[in-house]
């Protein structure tokens, strides 16, 4: 019932920028919280930035001072500057919602981010 729909992702050189976004829908209730989590193959998957609902940032110590992140109602944006070879990952958006008193998380489907030369 809930769709995310990401856009953005693609290939850039080291040192280039990228800007992802994130539209959330359906039944979407009491939001805690949207961000961005990231994933390469045979690791786990890790938390870029997130933006709560009370206007809280968070940021992963690899990414401060490079990527901004913003939300505004339903969507989530990603600015990323300053990319790096390392930055190179499946960007997943993540809403996790207040549903009947307990927590849920939906996950778009994934958005593949290349830094190269």
């Known amino acids: 019932q809930v769709q995310l729909v990401e856009s953005g992702g693609g290939l850039v050189q080291p040192g280039g920028s990228l800007r992802l976004s994130c539209a959330a829908s359906?039944?979407?209730?009491?939001?805690?919280?949207m961000g961005w989590y990231r994933q390469v193959p045979g690791q786990q998957r890790e938390l870029v930035a997130a933006?709560?609902?009370?206007?809280k940032t968070n940021y992963a110590d690899s990414v401060k001072g490079r990527f901004t992140i913003s939300r505004d109602k339903n969507t989530v944006d990603l600015q990323m500057n300053s990319l790096k070879p390392e930055d190179t990952a499946v960007y997943y958006c993540?809403?996790?919602?207040?549903?009947?008193?307990?927590?849920?998380?939906?996950w778009g489907q994934g958005t593949q981010v290349t830094v190269s030369s």
């Open positions: 359906g039944n979407i209730f009491s939001i805690n919280s």
């Open positions: 933006a709560t609902s009370g206007g």
């Open positions: 993540n809403l996790e919602i207040n549903y009947r008193g307990s927590e849920r998380d939906y």
